[in-house]
């Protein structure tokens, strides 16, 4: 399956698309972010809860909307919630 990941990560696909993955490769802190935003956190809010600059967790949302092929952040709170990749 690695193999096969990273093949078609190479080739371009978006995450959310990969075959033989049932969540998209998100990093601990990606998850932790996207948490809080579901929660409806603002990105001060969560830049004081994680001990990171706003900049940083504005990053973050960048690297999820691209990962998570959606193009604003009301998509990807609706992805997140739909595909069940927060609790």
């Known amino acids: 399956v690695l193999v096969q990941v ?5 080739e371009g696909e978006p995450i959310k698309q990969l075959r033989g993955l049932s969540k998209p ?3 601990d802190r990606e998850l932790q972010v996207l948490t809080l935003l579901v929660k409806g956190e603002s ?3 969560i830049s004081a809860k994680l001990g990171i ?3 940083t967790i504005s990053t973050h949302m960048v690297r999820l909307m691209r ?8 998509e990807l709170i609706r992805y997140a919630i739909e595909e069940r990749l927060v609790d």
């Open 43 to 45: 990105r001060k809010n």
């Open 25 to 27: 490769l998100l990093s």
């Open 53 to 55: 600059t706003v900049k």
């Open 67 to 74: 990962k998570l092929d959606v193009s604003n952040i009301v």
């Open 6 to 10: 990273v093949q078609q990560f190479l």
